[in-house]
C-alpha cells in the first residue's frame, strides 16, 4: 500500500482528483468505482472544476457506486442517488446511461445485487475504486464480520453506522437498517484502489488497517492484500502512525 500524507482535507481531495483525472485520460474507457459520504466530496468539486476548464470530459466514463440504502426512493435527499446527482453527475458531461448505483428500492433486492454484480463484470470490471472508510472499518457498507468472498448483497448496518449517518438524516430512526453494498470480493475486484481518509476521527481507524491483523472483523484489513492500493490521507488521519 502506497500512502501519500497531506497538509488537509483540500489537499487531500485536490491530490485525489489530479489522480483520478489521469486514469480518466489514460484509458480509453474507464470505469470508475464511487463511494458517498462527506470524504469524497471535496474529490467530486476538483473533478467538476477539471471538467468546467476543459481538463476532462466523462462522455466515455462508466460509474459504479458503491452501495445504496434499501428503501429510499432515487428523488429522497438522503438516497446516494441524490448524493450523486448533486455532487458530481448534473454538473458534468457522463451520459446517464453509463451510471450505475444499485436500486435499494427494487422489489427483489437479492436478484438486484446479482445483476448489479453482473453490470459490473460485463462493463470489464473496475479500474479505480474510490473509497472512504467507516470508523468501525467499513469499506462500502460491509460491515465488521462481512466475509471477504461477499459479492454485492443486501446488509444489516450497524447501529454505529446508523449513527454516525444520523447527521445526515432528520433523526436517527430515519436512517435506514440496511443497504445493497458491493462485497469485499467486488471491491477487490477492483485495478487499483484509492482509499481518501480525513481527520481525527478516522485515525484509529486508519491505524488498524496498516498495522493490524487482516480479519473480516475489521473489513478495511483486507486492503493489505490488494496489489494495487493507495491511500492519500491527511495529517490528522494520520496522527498515530
Ligand atoms: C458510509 C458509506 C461509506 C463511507 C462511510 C464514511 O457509510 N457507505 O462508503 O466510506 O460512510 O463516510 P464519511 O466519509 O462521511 O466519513
Sequence with gaps: MKIIQTENYQLMSKLASQHVINTIKQINKPVIGLATGSTP????QHLIKA?????????????FNLDEYVGLHKENTNSYHYYMQKFLFNHVDIPSKNIHLPNGMAND?????????????????????ILGIGRNGHIGFNEPGTS?????????????????NARFFDSFDNVPKQAITMGI???????????????????DA???LLNGEVNEDFPASILQTHQN????ADKAALRNI
Design 185 to 203: 470480493k467486488s471491491i477487490m475486484r477492483s485495478t487499483e484502489i484509492l482509499l481518501l481518509v480525513s481527520g481525527s476521527e478516522k485515525a
Design 41 to 44: 466530496e471535496g474529490l467530486y
Design 109 to 129: 433486492l437479492n436478484n438486484e445485487c446479482t445483476s448489479y454484480e453482473n453490470q459490473i463484470q460485463q462493463a470489464g470490471g473496475i479500474h479505480i475504486q
Design 206 to 208: 486508519l491505524e488498524k
Design 229 to 232: 492500493v493507495k491511500i492519500i
Design 148 to 164: 471477504f468472498e461477499s459479492q454485492t448483497h443486501v446488509i444489516d448496518l450497524d447501529e454505529s453506522t446508523r449513527k454516525a
Design 51 to 63: 471538467y468546467h476548464n476543459h481538463e476532462i470530459s466523462f462522455a466515455n466514463v462508466s460509474t
